[in-house]
């Protein structure tokens, strides 16, 4: 069904109708740049919408029989971010890490996630948290580092790298996302938090030339390597120098870690994005086309 998270007509008759044992709460504006351009769009989406999702699950939660009440959990999918960023010798973001944002988009996360953490402990309404670190792979939508990279370097236009590109991010492919938070709706204890990461600290710059060097491989281009492509561009205001995710307490509460490499996902990633050019091409919408033109024009 798709719908806005902030009506709260919507989301009651939905709760009402099919009854759900769980809700996992993915929905957000997500993307750094963008939250720049509008920041009010991510207060309303991470923030009300959080709120109002909340207040749904509690209503909805209150009417269930005891069983079903003490089943029911209230999953918030967050991210790494509200941790702010890390210096190169710091240890790891633990789930204990003081929030510090840093763009209005962290800010609007770390804000629903205290939302979350409150409705636990005022209400008693059982929810959990994941903070995640960067996902990556198949249906990416073509604003974020590494589609974009794909589909800029297959249509033959510049690779736009912010600054000198030594901002380093953990990397975690898509499915092992998926199978964490299946692993924290299945045994996670309510009012906790599992940071999930990839064990995968890597340099964007590095990310960048292992796509082109994977593209070289699958898509050879008459003109040479892909990485001729490559342009460092003025740097985004506020950009966190280093995220990492220490994964620790999942795998020893849960038993989980991830199953893919960096290695083995960014191959599969690259052979999807080649085996799916349509899809490409589908979301690539002239508002999509307005977006790229705002945020990287005028970038030097």
């Not at 997500?30 to 989406?45: A, E, K, L, Q, Y």
């Not at 073509?142 to 690779?159: S, T």
């Not at 599992?194 to 890597?202: A, D, L, Q, S």
Request: negative net charge; aromatic residues 10%.
């Amino acid at each position: 069904m798709h719908g806005d998270i902030c009506d709260r007509e919507l989301i009651d008759r939905l709760l009402a109708e099919h009854q759900p044992r769980a809700i996992v709460h993915f929905a957000a504006e997500s993307h750094v740049d963008r939250s720049i351009h509008g920041p009010g769009d991510f207060i309303r989406t991470n923030v009300n919408g959080t709120f109002t999702l909340l207040e749904a699950a509690r209503g909805h939660w209150m009417g269930l029989d005891a069983e079903a009440k003490a089943a029911f959990r209230f999953h918030h999918v967050s991210t790494d971010e509200v941790y702010g960023s890390l210096g190169p010798t710091d240890p790891a973001f633990s789930e204990t890490k003081t929030y510090e944002p840093n763009s209005p988009y962290s800010a609007s996360k770390a804000a629903s996630d205290h939302l979350v953490r409150a409705w636990h402990h005022t209400y008693g309404l059982p929810v959990t948290t994941s903070n995640c670190s960067n996902n990556y792979g198949p249906y990416h939508f073509p604003e974020k580092l590494i589609p974009l990279m794909i589909a800029n370097a297959l249509a033959g236009k510049p690779l736009p790298v912010y600054g000198d590109g030594q901002q380093i991010r953990d990397w975690l492919y898509v499915t092992d996302h998926c199978s964490a938070i299946r692993a924290i709706l299945q045994a996670g204890k309510p009012g906790e938090v599992y940071n999930v990461g990839g064990w995968n600290e890597k340099p964007n710059i590095e990310i960048v030339h292992t796509l082109c060097a994977l593209l070289d491989e699958l898509k050879p281009d008459a003109a040479g390597s892909y990485s001729r492509l490559i342009t460092y561009v003025t740097d985004r205001p506020g950009h966190d120098r280093r995220y990492a995710i220490d994964a620790r307490k999942i795998e020893r509460e849960l038993g989980w870690r991830p199953a893919e490499t960096f290695e083995t996902g960014i191959r599969k990633t690259v052979e999807w994005y080649l085996a799916n050019q349509d899809w490409v091409a589908h979301v690539q919408s002239g508002a999509y086309r307005d977006w790229l033109d705002k945020n990287y024009a005028g970038r030097s």
